[in-house]
């Protein structure tokens, strides 16, 4: 605020400045016509007033090419193309307009050639500003269509998702382009052009209009399209940069401490998880409607799992193999022998090893048979064994020695001091 | 209610129900009538049924928070805590080994075999997972490559991290359950104020 007294004082003194200030309010005031000018490539007179006209022409900002209709001097399209920062969109923005003004030249020969009544020529002109349009649609439609593949490869050509996202932007840069070379065809000036004549009307307003519109409709699909990839490849992004940066602080920090967050007032609902519970049950014999069920699983309950030490053989080498399987053969000697033991309780009357050896059809010699239940009965606890009586069914060998060879043993449950049974 | 019973079960277990797991389940829980029943029930266990922001995955919440209550959640919070680097690196690893395009969301399936040759080609892979494997949420007493990351999968796996949809397979999916631990920790950087947003050309590198 203080300066601009001081700026209004020295202004007036230096003339490029008032000389520059005047030139800028001139393309100012003219604005409208001269964006006309350089979205369309040229300027109709008819747009400024004869004095206007004039001094644009004075200070340089329109010019006549040579024989040419009158254009923007270059300098002045680039101060435009700079201010707004978009080369490419006057790229494009050429590319129609070339493709327009041919089409405008291509009609009035054509129009000249009917006029002549030349039916070759005007034939000939009508096929080249069929191909004209064609040709101009047809980029659009090329461009539209190398959009379309890229996005449904998600852009599949580059690895990473940081140039994924570079690709959307362009892709969305070139459909802007697109739409800018959209908005440049105007259907009244190509409705002017092609007057009243229904061939042309055909070709340049409905057919033309109805691909613009087809186009149109392809573009506002893509856009959406590239909208939510790009939201997708944003949170991807997010996520990567919030897991790289937190582990590397993490690691840079070792002994960092977060706040007692479980112990706040408010705990967040983040933390917030319930430890769990196993609800356990276990058998009830309470009810009697359970007791044909629970009968049932207790039958299936098998008797004496074994199978825990098989991990252990497997990673044993040859020699423990073989020293396991007689140690395996006499734990079954052993077991069979309980189970003959439990034959002997669950049995009403005594029994006899060589008889039960025979009838269970088990695979041992009878001798180490009945040692095994002679050795097992001697090793029980003293108290178990008073509930067994073992009785030997020896005979002497022979006269001289007291060598007693035992045929076969009967067991039976002490009842008073004998077998539960007469045997 | 009935044959809700084995959910119920599960979720009182401390299971995260999410779409990869189960997703028969986790369409019964999207039911918000459903969900009133089950917290009706669930409310003398002081517990309700809870889902994370984008409600990727369910589980159980206390309603009330009770002392004993707050000392579980307390336990639980520095177990996760203690797990949390280990976790994110091991995120890392794995997109980096796979070159993926981003980090690993629910959903996302891993091959164990894929995953394992990629790490052995490459040193520098192999020395920050055989780093990883010894930290103590992982435990691995192996210096084998393959013995370690069957180690690291298998201790993920138990986490709630990651689902084995055939037992005898080695092919994993990740659980809805990592996305509350992505929560977590954007939770944790915005409570703690960590200043980890700037970005700095060193960490843009890495990414």
Redesign the interface.
Known sequence: MTQSPKQKSTAPSNPLFALGKERLELIGKHADALMQGYLEGRLKESSFSRQGLQKLLDSRVLFYPEEQSLSLRPIVNELIASLTQDERKRQINTDVGEHLDQIDTRVQSLQAARHKGDYAASEHHMQLLTERVNDMTGQFGDAIESLWHRLNTEFGFVSSLDDKMLEIELAQRQLRRILDGFGIINFDDLIQLAGSDGGLRKLLVSQLQARISEHSGSLLEVQKRLVLLMARFRQQQDRALLINRMSAFLRQHPNFQMSDYPNRSQVPAVINHAHGISAQAFIAIDRPQDSYALAELARAVPREPQQHSLSEKQTEGFVMAVQNLVATEQKQLAKDVEDFFIQVIDSPHALSGVDYLAEKELSWEPEMWLFQIVAEYQGLPQQNKQSFMLDKDSAQQSRFNHLHLIQDVTVGMRFFGDFQAAS | MIEHGPLL?RL????FICAITDEHSFHKLQNDEMVDDFNHFLRP???RV?K?DDGSVY????CD?TQN??Q??????AN??QS??PM??W??LV?EAL?R???L?AGDTIKLQDFESKVVDNQSLIQRMSHLANDKVFKSTSDKPDMQIKQIFKRIKELGYLYQPHKDRLFYRVTGKIE?L????????D??N????DKTPE?EA??
Request: proline share 2%; charged share 25%.
């Open positions: 079960e009182l277990e401390g299971e266990l002081n517990r809870a994370n589980f159980l919440a206390y928070l209550a707050r579980h959640i307390s336990h639980q919070f996760t805590v949390l680097l994110l690196e995120m890392q997109q070159g395009d981003g980090a969301s509350q992505i929560e977590l920790v954007r939770f944790i950087k409570e703690e960590l200043p980890i947003d960490q890495m990414f």
